[in-house]
């Protein structure tokens, strides 16, 4: 995970408000969640420098969890300047998530 950065309530709007960023809402105990990693520790090499991707666990950070009405996980969101621009939940595919990044570059 060395290019992702971790989220939690105090860092989390800070983070989302500039440029292009992906934020995976996770839990420890979740399978599909540790299926997603690899793919999106993949994504943080590819676009290193043109987007942020970061790790928010739901399990510490429920305030936020709820604010953005997390109802399962892995839910993906995606912010470009701030705004929510995209979300999926559920695992995807490495092709599914880049055509997704790709759409707000």
Same mark, same amino acid.
């Given at each position: 995970?060395?290019?992702?950065?971790?989220?939690?309530?105090?860092?989390?709007? &800070? %983070?989302? /408000?500039?440029?292009?960023?992906? *934020?995976? $809402?996770?839990?420890?105990?979740?399978?599909?969640?540790?299926?997603? =990693?690899?793919?999106?520790? &993949? %994504?943080? /090499?590819?676009?290193?420098?043109? *987007?942020? $991707?970061?790790?928010?666990?739901?399990?510490?950070?429920?305030?936020? =969890?709820?604010?953005?009405?997390?109802?399962?996980?892995?839910?993906?969101?995606?912010?470009?300047?701030?705004?929510?621009?995209?979300?999926?939940?559920?695992?995807?595919?490495?092709?599914?998530?880049?055509?997704?990044?790709?759409?707000?570059?």
């Amino acid at each position: 995970m060395g290019n992702i950065k971790l989220l939690n309530e105090d860092n989390y709007h &800070e %983070a989302i /408000s500039s440029g292009v960023v992906v *934020v995976d $809402f996770f839990a420890d105990w979740c399978g599909p969640c540790h299926m997603m =990693a690899p793919i999106i520790d &993949e %994504a943080s /090499s590819v676009y290193e420098g043109r *987007v942020v $991707f970061a790790k928010l666990d739901i399990e510490e950070s429920k305030p936020i =969890a709820i604010d953005n009405k997390i109802m399962g996980i892995p839910t993906l969101l995606f912010f470009k300047d701030g705004q929510l621009a995209d979300r999926v939940t559920g695992a995807i595919n490495k092709s599914t998530l880049f055509e997704r990044v790709d759409a707000l570059l």
